[in-house]
């Protein structure tokens, strides 16, 4: 069951209803509807793995009690270490088994050693593995530092894990902000579900509009890239920034304004990050749930950048590949990762790493300055140039790519794989962009216009521009889902 399908919408209307008119009096049945509800989701997908969420669920709900209980260093040391290798553990065999057994079998044949694959195992990544196992950990993480308290309510804490607007992507929450709002009581608020319908509005048309308007053609040119110049090589990983940012971006939106409609605040995850200016702002606006839980738990632990500068280079280094890693079992993803992390390391080395934390380009103008004109367009030049290592099945093929721009600058028309007319595309993204600038400030007013003449017109040409692009041949799935 996939946010953009019908079979969704009539799914949330159903609990929506049942959520606000017969639980509405009991915190505790509404929160037993919630975990019913999430994992019907979840096993919409497949049933078997619900198994996976409820052991993941049992395992960190004892740890935080257990971790808890002791006031001894080692012996909460210990409970902790029991939840990151149960979780870890979990997380490697879904999704790395295979990885690491073709790598070590790649290895011998270098070596001249045939080994046979027989170690391999058909092993299917469940949904969302990699989201609610980082949740369930930063739970213990937080208890172990003292930052929380445990519950035990282990309904509750179910259903924080479940959650099922951020459930298979995001963004991964920490209990701090989500486990107190379930297990508190929460009102009906209309202001807030209009705020959270604005949002799927919003989320549907970046992901049915943009990134599924997209897929087409830059699965084409990245299908056939060896047939294909460089003008069209340097389109297709161009497109794919915009395929990826309205996917993900799409998703996060319309999980944020799912959880409103049950009167639950979710965190941001995406602030505008194509206006970043350097590398390092770039990081504080794309998937800024997976950003922060690496600086919470791995970076600062290491020491940060309170080490020195060796070692906080270090540091930088290890987050960065860890985080390639994360997205997927595959050599490209850590190659995108390590190449992410050179392009900060200057930027961290110059200092320039946190000016623009609290800032937005054109801050206090409308338009932006020339100078901030040529930041981000370099910046988002360089991450557009990592995403061919993002996108590519292989690193032979990630550098194939590369030389293909390098030694092949060509230029040609490129025709749309099905015929469409490819201006239509361009003016899109163009009118896409300078509208996302508009709104910069406030990733959660997305139709934030005082005339309601103008927000009328501003729904109408929304809606008609997801029934214009809507395609029911493509594959409607979410790209951060294989993650």
């Not at 009991?26 to 037993?32: F, L, Y």
């Not at 950048?305 to 987050?319: E, T």
């Not at 996302?436 to 927000?455: C, G, L, M, Q, W």
């Not at 729904?459 to 889902?481: A, H, Q």
Request: aromatic share 22%.
């Amino acid at each position: 069951m996939v946010f953009n399908s019908i079979e969704f919408f009539i799914f949330l209307f159903i609990v929506f209803v049942f959520y606000w008119s017969l639980f509405k009096k009991s915190v505790k049945i509404q929160n037993v509807f919630l975990l019913i509800a999430s994992y019907m989701f979840y096993g919409w997908w497949d049933w078997r793995f619900l198994s996976l969420i409820l052991l993941s669920t049992t395992v960190d709900y004892f740890v935080g009690i257990k971790i808890d209980s002791y006031t001894k260093h080692s012996k909460r040391k210990l409970w902790l270490w029991v939840s990151v290798i149960f979780n870890v553990g979990l997380l490697g065999f879904f999704k790395y088994y295979n990885f690491f057994v073709d790598s070590w079998i790649d290895m011998f044949s270098m070596l001249g050693y045939d080994i046979k694959s027989t170690w391999t195992l058909k092993v299917i990544l469940p949904v969302g593995i990699s989201f609610y196992t980082f949740q369930t950990m930063s739970y213990s993480f937080d208890i172990y530092y003292n930052k929380l308290k445990p519950t035990r309510d282990y309904l509750s804490f179910a259903a924080f894990v479940s959650f099922f607007p951020q459930l298979v992507a995001g963004p991964i929450e920490r209990a701090s902000n989500l486990l107190s709002q379930i297990i508190n009581k929460r009102e009906f608020s209309y202001e807030q579900c209009v705020g959270g319908l604005k949002l799927i509005l919003w989320g549907l048309f970046k992901k049915v509009v943009i990134a599924d308007a997209l897929a087409p053609i830059v699965d084409d040119i990245f299908a056939n890239y060896t047939t294909y110049p460089a003008s069209t090589l340097i389109l297709g990983v161009t497109l794919f920034s915009f395929q990826v940012y309205g996917d993900f971006s799409g998703y996060s939106d319309i999980a944020i304004g799912t959880a409103k409609l049950f009167g639950i605040e979710l965190k941001s995850n995406f602030k505008f990050p194509s206006f970043s200016r350097n590398v390092a702002e770039y990081w504080q606006r794309w998937h800024v749930s997976l950003s922060t839980w690496f600086r919470h738990y791995v970076y600062i632990p290491l020491g940060g950048s309170r080490v020195g500068k060796l070692k906080s280079v270090r540091n930088i280094i290890i987050i960065f590949l860890v985080s390639g890693f994360w997205h997927g079992a595959n050599w490209t993803f850590i190659f995108w990762g390590a190449f992410h992390a050179l392009a900060y390391i200057p930027v961290f080395l110059m200092g320039r790493n946190t000016i623009y934390k609290n800032s937005v380009v054109g801050e206090n103008s409308f338009f932006p300055s020339l100078v901030e004109i040529g930041q981000v367009l370099l910046t988002f030049s360089i991450v557009t140039f990592s995403r061919i290592f993002f996108r590519s099945e292989s690193i032979t093929d990630a550098f194939a790519f590369i030389k293909g721009i390098c030694s092949n600058f060509t230029y040609e028309v490129y025709d749309h794989p099905v015929g469409y007319r490819m201006i239509d595309y361009y003016v899109l993204i163009a009118l896409f962009v300078l509208y996302e600038y508009r709104i910069r400030k406030d990733e959660r007013s997305p139709f934030k216009f005082k005339s309601k003449i103008v927000r009328f017109i501003a729904y109408t040409i929304v809606i008609l521009g997801m029934l214009l692009f809507y395609d029911s041949n493509i594959d409607r799935s979410f790209i951060y889902f294989q993650f």
